[in-house]
């Protein structure tokens, strides 16, 4: 008999699993979908679970309906869900793991199942290696040389992690350790620390006085699918989601040095490997000793950087991008700008175009935020795609931010997404964008032309007389698009001269531009605004992404124009 599941994380693999099955069923993708959201509002509840089922007040949270709420408290009062019971009657066991590998449907899996019983991504790939497949009818030695292929390439697929899902599951994962018996502090390390924008897995570095006992705890944290490997110190997973995780455990006076290694880079270490050598110093052993010998350990990172005769390097900079030769001569900056640094919120839409909330709902919530100012930047006529505001429209607009206002302390500047047409000049005739209080200015459409063209574009619109935030500069969506080609030193010189800034987008999918850009735009002397480019008012929370961003491009306080207050920010980017 089960035991009843209290713990939220459970509850929620629980919830994923039934999300998953169906998704494999058919037919029903959004009711999978519901689940799957459901799972996870469920693992990111702060209240306990128990108390919304005694006060009957699941469904007040945002993604529990009446159905998933009667799912949750059977799990809660019995540690079984009549709808995952039938799921997992009706589908063979492992299909979740066993169908992420292209090529093999539900019929397949339980075919290898029955004759082989093969419930695991491992036993398939023992099973191809020691050539069994090929004694089942419909599968030959060639079908097990491309599931190995197919295995092969889906855990390198595994591996590509946007970074607010890297930060959503770490938070998790601590949130959970964090109910362990000795825990003194977990941080996340690796990739995720460092704000780059993909993954390739999650690393947690956890001080205790007992490693091997957090080692225990973490693997028995729901999420959990299957474990690669172990240690009395370290561990690797892989996770419900698909996503790849390392714990490493220390004691309390090893864990700078170990947070230390585990956020790396590993160009940074290497790079760092000589200059230790010199004085003497061992910053590669696993038992926390800095100093080799009987020397005290460190206390903290800047501990070590101290004693390597460094300036301390923040995290996001340890890529072995000049760093460390700033850090030797004490040039690194000590005023990266800061999530609390940034006093308005820039590129915002609404339902005046494709945003989902209104005017009045962005600005309430930049206001719960701590916000000072807000622009709201609609696109122009031209995305008729994505709602566009035509002329006749932007006084219906421009009324509602007038009343909105007069209800708020939160400055409310009127403004566009203005996009650059292919011969490069903005969207909306020059009467209009001179009214305007900012304007972003981005592109949307024909992103094959040639670099000459592209070039040609973004200069002309940057040469406009009107001040304009280039938006979302080079186009990319993470791991779906790339930048588009274009001369951007060129682009940059041209900006240095014009009238004109660079946004660093926030949106955790385009994180736009890329820390090489920015250094460039950098020793140019040009002005950064951070953006959310939020379409809703949870993507206000995009700030800090965009933050990370600019920190690994090394952008200071006083480069950012959204980290001044309204009225300086309000007259450094009016358009005439």
Not at 5 to 23: R, T, V, W, Y
Not at 113 to 142: H, M
Not at 354 to 360: N, Q, T
Not at 385 to 407: F, P, S, T
Request: hydrophobic share 40%.
């Amino acid at each position: 008999m089960s035991k009843p599941l209290k713990d939220k994380f459970a509850i929620a693999a629980s919830l994923q699993e039934i999300g998953a099955l169906l998704e494999l069923k058919g037919g029903q993708y959004f009711k999978a979908r519901a689940y799957k959201a459901g799972a996870r509002a469920v693992s990111e509840l702060s209240e306990d679970v128990g108390n919304l089922i005694r006060q009957n007040r699941l469904t007040f949270v945002k993604g529990i309906g009446e159905a998933l709420a009667k799912q949750i408290e059977q799990l809660y009062e019995t540690g079984e869900s009549s709808m995952l019971n039938e799921l997992r009657g009706q589908l063979p066991a492992g299909v979740i793991e066993l169908s992420r590998i292209p090529g093999l449907s539900i019929q397949k899996v339980e075919k290898l199942q029955q004759e082989l019983g093969i419930k695991s991504v491992e036993d398939l790939r023992a099973a191809c290696e020691a050539g069994k497949l090929r004694d089942i009818k419909g599968f030959t030695a060639k079908t097990e040389q491309k599931i190995l292929e197919a295995i092969a390439g889906h855990e390198k697929r595994e591996q590509d992690i946007h970074i607010h899902h890297a930060w959503r599951i770490s938070e998790r994962i601590i949130e959970y350790l964090e109910t362990a018996r000795g825990l003194t502090k977990a941080e996340a390390a690796g990739a995720t620390r460092r704000w780059k924008e993909t993954v390739s897995k999650i690393v947690i570095v956890a001080a205790a006085k007992n490693p091997p006992a957090i080692i225990e705890r973490f693997l028995q944290f729901p999420l959990v699918i299957r474990t690669e490997s172990k240690t009395r110190r370290e561990c690797s997973v892989v996770l419900s989601e698909g996503f790849r995780a390392t714990l490493v455990a220390v004691k309390p006076e090893e864990f700078a040095l170990a947070l230390w290694r585990a956020t790396g880079s590993e160009a940074h270490l290497r790079k760092l490997q000589p200059i230790a050598t010199k004085k003497k110093l061992n910053i590669v052993s696993g038992n926390g000793n800095f100093i080799r010998g009987s020397s005290p350990r460190s206390k903290t990172e800047r501990d070590i950087y101290k004693r390597l005769g460094l300036q301390y390097v923040p995290p996001e900079l340890r890529e072995d991008a000049g760093e460390i030769e700033a850090a030797l001569k004490g040039k690194l900056p000590e005023d990266l700008i800061a999530n609390e640094d940034i006093q308005g919120m820039v590129h915002c839409h609404t339902m005046y175009s494709d945003g989902k909330h209104s005017v009045e709902q962005m600005v309430g919530a930049a206001a719960a935020m701590g916000m000072k100012y807000i622009t709201i930047t609609d696109h122009s006529p031209t995305a008729f795609y994505a709602g566009g505001v035509k002329i006749d429209r932007l006084q219906e607009q421009w009324e509602e931010i007038d009343r909105v206002q007069e209800q708020t302390k939160v400055k409310i500047l009127k403004g566009t997404e203005s996009d650059i047409l292919q011969n490069g000049l903005l969207d909306y005739p020059d009467w209009i964008l001179e009214q305007f209080d900012v304007i972003v200015a981005s592109i949307h459409s024909r992103y094959k032309m040639n670099s000459d063209q592209m070039t040609q574009r973004i200069v002309t619109a940057m040469r406009q007389p009107v001040f304009k935030i280039w938006g979302h500069a080079l186009g990319r969506l993470i791991q779906r698009r790339p930048p588009f080609e274009c001369r951007v030193e060129e682009i940059l010189d041209v900006i240095a001269e014009s009238h004109a800034a660079i946004e660093i987008n926030g949106d955790p999918y385009r994180l736009d531009m890329e820390p090489k850009w920015i250094r460039e735009a950098r020793k140019r002397k040009i002005k950064f605004v951070i953006s959310v480019d939020a379409h809703s008012m949870n993507a206000l929370h995009n700030v800090q992404y965009g933050v990370g961003i600019a920190r690994r491009g090394w952008v200071r306080r006083g480069e950012v124009l959204n980290a001044l207050g309204a009225k300086a920010f309000q007259k450094a980017v009016r358009p005439v």
